[in-house]
């Protein structure tokens, strides 16, 4: 039996808390961040932010930049809450003793991270397996931990690497994969501009390296 669960939505258990101010660009969730798991200075960050324009040419008392360093600013901290969230403490507070012993797949986690070079988005999807070895977890923490861990400033390779050594780390599973799929904006916008290429990473451990077939069979179950 071969369980492959497809999660509904990435972040069920920590939804984006609304703003206390509101945001300026009319959307609520699009800068909110929960202030209690943020205590960085917002106004360090906006005042870089506003340095930032003055140094693209701008002048940051125009009307459509006045709110602008304290927009992003918060859009900032939002995008990097990741920072304030510990992976590994996470699944532990949702581990299971469970006889269970075939391949667990989540397939088509959305994935929003950062380069940390261009300080660009970078997007796509997450997939993640393990096979247990007598504890499971509970299957959105495999999704937040793909969360957690893109909302920090990385490189797509760490990132995979990451979340793979999180699951090893804390179920001490059979094996774990993980293959991330993603579009850099900083191909897309920059120089290169290769607007459709996506880059592919992945990461193994356990079954899924010594075993030819355990990996064969992630890579056949992830396949659109
Ligand atoms: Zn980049």
Same mark, same amino acid.
């Given at each position: 039996m071969k369980q492959e669960i497809i999660p509904s939505v990435l972040s069920e258990n920590n939804p984006p808390q609304p703003s206390d101010q509101g945001c300026c660009c009319g959307d609520?969730?699009?800068?909110?961040?929960a202030p209690e798991t943020d205590t960085r200075t917002a106004g360090e960050l906006s005042d870089s932010v506003y340095a930032l324009l003055e140094g693209l040419g701008?002048?940051?008392?125009?009307e459509g930049l006045l709110k602008t360093p304290e927009r992003v600013a918060r859009s900032l901290r939002f995008l990097t %809450?990741?920072?304030?969230?510990?992976p590994e403490e996470l699944l532990k507070n949702a581990v299971f003793t469970e006889t269970y012993d075939e391949m667990v797949v989540v397939r088509d986690i959305d994935l929003f991270s950062m380069c940390e070079h261009h300080l660009l988005p970078f997007f796509g999807k997450a997939y993640v397996a393990y096979i247990p070895d007598g504890k499971i977890v509970g299957l959105s923490k495999l999704a937040r931990v793909v969360e957690v861990f893109s909302r %920090?400033?990385?490189?797509q390779e760490r990132l995979t690497q990451q979340i793979r050594d999180a699951i090893q780390n804390v179920l001490n599973p059979k094996g774990v994969g993980v293959v991330i799929e993603a579009r850099h904006l900083c191909m897309v916008m920059?120089?290169?501009?290769?607007?459709n290429s996506v880059t592919t990473t992945s990461a193994m451990s356990g079954q899924f390296i010594t075993s030819q077939s355990t990996r064969s069979e992630f890579l056949r179950l992830i396949k659109p």
């Open positions: 609520d969730e699009c800068c909110s961040v701008e002048d940051p008392k125009r %809450r990741g920072y304030t969230e510990n %920090r400033l990385q490189v920059r120089g290169v501009e290769k607007l």
